[in-house]
């Protein structure tokens, strides 16, 4: 499979790094404070702004205060955290023009995951402050789209979870889903579902041209 597109939104955890051990401990432990069952707060705990997971499981809470809670937890924890096959490779090499992330984690969050796994950081990246609406709406994928100064449609969103998938198809994104967090069966609405991005070549084009991608995609 080929397709040429002149810009790729990212998406961080899942996609280019697994912090999945911190991201689980942190929700789990904040559940425990909080009177929420673990395997609740779990469930709520990927793809989504922490925010909109306070407002849905603690709607009585300060959500502003809960959310600097969570994100303290997780700067604190970096035990297993690692770049994901292939990611190196792409990002390492692609010119930034042509590339961000679009990422439900704070900014400082974010920045901080991004400098300990020595992945590159864009001078500017949509994050969870940026946006007034979350993963599933499409703000966050239109901003990314806008930051690179592309029309949606010229650009392909990379993603390992639903509520991501689905934000980027309701931006007018095509969505290339890879297996991390979630089932193939739970991605089947991305475009294309890969194992993970080794499977993934990018090739610059000349000219200004943009990209063009080259995969095989897995059966959903």
Not at 71 to 81: C, F, N, P, S
Not at 131 to 146: I, R
Request: hydrophobic share 40%; charged share 25%.
């Amino acid at each position: 499979m080929k397709w040429r597109t002149r810009g790729l939104l990212f998406d961080m955890d899942g996609v280019l790094i697994s912090s999945i051990g911190s991201v689980e401990r942190s929700w789990a432990r904040w559940g425990e404070m909080r009177g929420v069952n673990a395997a609740e707060t779990i469930k709520h705990s990927h793809g989504q702004r922490a925010i909109e997971i306070v407002r849905l499981l603690r709607p009585d809470l300060d959500d502003q205060a809960e959310m600097k809670l969570v994100e303290e937890m997780e700067i604190e924890d970096y035990a297993g955290l690692q770049v994901l096959r292939g990611v190196g490779r792409i990002v390492h090499s692609l010119p930034q023009r042509y590339w961000t992330i679009v990422t439900s984690a704070t900014d400082r969050l974010a920045r901080s995951r991004l400098g300990h796994a020595g992945i590159p950081v864009p001078e500017h990246f949509v994050n969870a402050e940026m946006v007034t609406n979350g993963k599933p709406d499409a703000e966050p994928y239109l901003k990314g789209a806008e930051l690179l100064g592309l029309r949606p449609e010229e650009c392909v969103v990379i993603e390992d979870a639903p509520a991501g998938v689905e934000s980027g198809h309701r931006a007018g994104c095509k969505v290339i889903a890879t297996l991390f967090s979630h089932s193939p069966g739970q991605l089947a609405l991305a475009d294309w579902v890969l194992n993970s991005l080794a499977d993934l070549h990018v090739i610059v084009l000349e000219g200004n041209e943009g990209l063009e991608l080259e995969f095989e995609p897995l059966t959903v």
